[in-house]
């Protein structure tokens, strides 16, 4: 009964209603809509905006989380802790306040646990998305707190201290580096934000700590953990809105996007990238920047369209257009402008971006020789990277029918990704084995298995 319910409507929603003893007309009067938009949001026919959301919350007298189960049928759990993040109302202290919960709410193991349980919700991208784009900065990035002065020497030493973080993530995956980015974002992140700092050195603090809050959304994301993820991403666009910085906002929405193209959310994706690239011209952003920002459109569009089974010809050329600009771009070379995130979208990550294009496109050879080149490239430097680039690349031997050379490429991985704390590059590996099941008669196929279950015990 209850599942026959949820496919035509909101019932949990209209028991809501009713225990409050309130009509259809009562209810939508005391949020303030028409009647007609109310019955529209109880038979599931229209989405509901997170003001509305706010509004049924204090009308009915309960936490945000049972709005949102109303509102989207999704088995939340139990924990006044979501939403944490609001991209609406820009001010620095809300920003600092959203920002001290969210990062405290870690360093408590419970609701630790309760956060990487939270299911990603694709709703909250709208909303988010609209807030980016329309909504004002803070009026001022300078506070006048009761903590000690900042400078930009601190700015300085958080972002090093994220490039330090980054570069122990992609050695040795997300599970070893996640827990030091939480504790150094509360003990060290946010006594700075309640400090006392001018507009100028603000703006670079709030822009750092986007970029240390980015690292905890990326390394919950390795670790499968989507929603805690996303939380983390959205707390990074605040910050970046609040600090007036498209370039690092466009770095947390391209994330976002490899996120959304993971979990296979591919219309999230290509509005994420496309929001991106927006923000990204509006700024002037370099070259080198719009390269990342167009060869993930790319992607997402390849996504979404599928060209290499849809046969959908103008997807294709546009995937094509979108990668020969993205290689336009970045012959054009770096710039003095350039932000430090780009540092690590140089040629080789690049080209093992458009590999995925590539192999989208049905056009597996040259998803391979992008593959090949990344493993050979981050081998040493980003071993995890080379391990997901091994199984791209065994992917496309598979496809071409080259079962045998498919197997014998992605076999070194498994030890590879054993030695990593990265549940994302397992599930590659996983997806390849499914792959595998027209074949799974064979002997090859059932040895990989026994060795692949044996290796890569869950």
Same mark, same amino acid.
């Given at each position: 009964?209850?599942?026959?319910?949820? &496919?035509?409507? *909101?019932?949990?929603? #209209?028991?809501?209603?009713?225990?409050?003893?309130?009509?259809? &007309?009562? %209810? !939508?009067?005391?949020?303030?809509?028409?009647?007609?938009?109310?019955?529209?949001?109880?038979?599931?026919?229209?989405?509901?905006?997170?003001?509305?959301?706010? *509004?049924?919350?204090?009308?009915?007298?309960?936490?945000?989380?049972?709005?949102?189960?109303?509102?989207?049928?999704?088995?939340?759990?139990?924990?006044?802790?979501?939403?944490?993040?609001?991209?609406?109302?820009?001010?620095?202290?809300?920003?600092?306040?959203?920002?001290?919960?969210?990062?405290?709410?870690?360093?408590?193991?419970?609701?630790?646990?309760?956060?990487?349980?939270?299911?990603?919700?694709?709703?909250?991208?709208?909303?988010?998305?609209?807030?980016?784009?329309?909504?004002?900065?803070? /009026?001022?990035?300078?506070?006048?707190?009761?903590?000690? /002065?900042?400078?930009? %020497?601190? #700015?300085?030493?958080?972002?090093?201290?994220?490039?330090?973080?980054?570069?122990?993530?992609?050695?040795?995956?997300?599970?070893?580096?996640?827990?030091?980015?939480?504790?150094?974002?509360?003990?060290?992140?946010?006594? +700075?934000?309640?400090?006392? $700092?001018?507009?100028?050195?603000?703006?670079?603090?709030?822009?750092? !700590?986007?970029?240390?809050?980015?690292?905890?959304?990326?390394?919950?994301?390795?670790?499968?953990?989507?929603?805690?993820?996303?939380?983390?991403?959205?707390?990074?666009?605040?910050?970046?809105?609040? !600090?007036?910085?498209?370039?690092?906002?466009?770095? #947390?929405?391209?994330?976002?996007?490899?996120?959304?193209?993971?979990?296979?959310?591919?219309?999230? %994706?290509?509005?994420?990238?496309?929001?991106?690239?927006?923000?990204?011209?509006?700024?002037?952003?370099?070259?080198?920047?719009?390269?990342?920002?167009?060869?993930?459109? !790319?992607?997402?569009?390849?996504?979404?369209?599928?060209?290499?089974?849809?046969?959908?010809?103008?997807?294709?050329?546009?995937?094509?257009?979108? +990668?020969?600009?993205?290689?336009?771009? $970045?012959?054009?070379?770096?710039?003095?402008?350039?932000?430090?995130?780009?540092?690590? $979208? =140089?040629?080789?990550?690049?080209?093992?971006?458009?590999?995925?294009?590539? *192999?989208?496109?049905?056009?597996?050879?040259?998803?391979?020789?992008?593959? &090949?080149?990344?493993?050979?490239?981050?081998?040493?430097?980003?071993?995890?990277?080379?391990?997901?680039?091994?199984?791209?690349?065994? &992917? %496309? $031997? @598979?496809?071409?029918?080259?079962?045998?050379?498919? @197997?014998?490429?992605?076999?070194?991985?498994?030890?590879?990704?054993?030695? +990593?704390?990265?549940?994302?590059?397992?599930?590659?590996?996983?997806?390849?084995?499914?792959?595998?099941?027209?074949?799974?008669?064979?002997?090859?196929?059932?040895?990989?298995? =026994?060795?692949?279950?044996?290796?890569?015990?869950?």
């Amino acid at each position: 009964m209850g599942a026959r319910e949820r &496919e035509v409507g *909101r019932p949990e929603l #209209v028991r809501a209603r009713r225990r409050k003893g309130l009509s259809q &007309e009562a %209810a !939508a009067e005391a949020v303030g809509v028409s009647p007609t938009t109310w019955a529209r949001w109880e038979r599931g026919e229209q989405g509901v905006r997170a003001r509305h959301r706010a *509004r049924m919350a204090a009308v009915f007298g309960v936490a945000a989380i049972d709005v949102e189960r109303w509102v989207e049928g999704w088995a939340f759990v139990e924990t006044p802790c979501w939403p944490l993040v609001d991209c609406g109302g820009g001010s620095l202290e809300a920003t600092v306040k959203s920002a001290d919960l969210l990062w405290r709410f870690e360093m408590d193991p419970s609701r630790r646990h309760l956060l990487a349980t939270l299911p990603f919700v694709p709703a909250a991208l709208g909303e988010w998305l609209t807030s980016w784009t329309y909504d004002s900065p803070a /009026a001022s990035t300078g506070h006048a707190g009761s903590g000690r /002065a900042v400078g930009m %020497a601190d #700015v300085t030493r958080v972002n090093e201290a994220r490039q330090a973080f980054s570069q122990m993530d992609h050695q040795f995956g997300a599970g070893l580096v996640r827990p030091v980015v939480l504790r150094y974002l509360n003990s060290n992140v946010t006594p +700075l934000l309640h400090g006392r $700092y001018d507009d100028k050195v603000g703006a670079e603090l709030l822009s750092a !700590a986007a970029g240390m809050s980015w690292m905890a959304g990326w390394t919950s994301f390795d670790l499968n953990h989507h929603g805690q993820a996303q939380q983390h991403f959205g707390q990074a666009l605040k910050l970046a809105k609040a !600090a007036n910085d498209p370039l690092t906002g466009v770095w #947390v929405l391209a994330a976002l996007t490899r996120q959304a193209i993971h979990i296979d959310q591919p219309s999230w %994706a290509l509005w994420l990238s496309r929001a991106a690239s927006d923000t990204a011209r509006r700024a002037e952003a370099p070259p080198r920047v719009m390269a990342v920002l167009l060869v993930r459109e !790319a992607w997402a569009t390849a996504l979404r369209a599928n060209p290499g089974e849809s046969g959908d010809r103008h997807a294709a050329k546009q995937v094509e257009h979108l +990668l020969g600009e993205a290689e336009r771009a $970045y012959a054009q070379g770096a710039t003095d402008t350039d932000p430090a995130w780009t540092a690590r $979208y =140089d040629e080789a990550e690049l080209g093992a971006e458009a590999g995925n294009c590539w *192999r989208l496109l049905g056009k597996h050879q040259g998803a391979l020789a992008h593959a &090949e080149a990344a493993v050979a490239e981050f081998r040493v430097r980003l071993p995890r990277s080379a391990q997901i680039n091994r199984v791209h690349a065994a &992917e %496309a $031997y @598979l496809r071409m029918g080259e079962l045998e050379q498919a @197997l014998e490429t992605v076999r070194p991985a498994i030890p590879a990704t054993k030695a +990593l704390t990265s549940r994302r590059t397992v599930d590659f590996i996983r997806r390849f084995d499914q792959e595998l099941d027209p074949y799974g008669h064979t002997m090859a196929v059932r040895e990989f298995r =026994d060795y692949m279950k044996q290796e890569l015990v869950t």
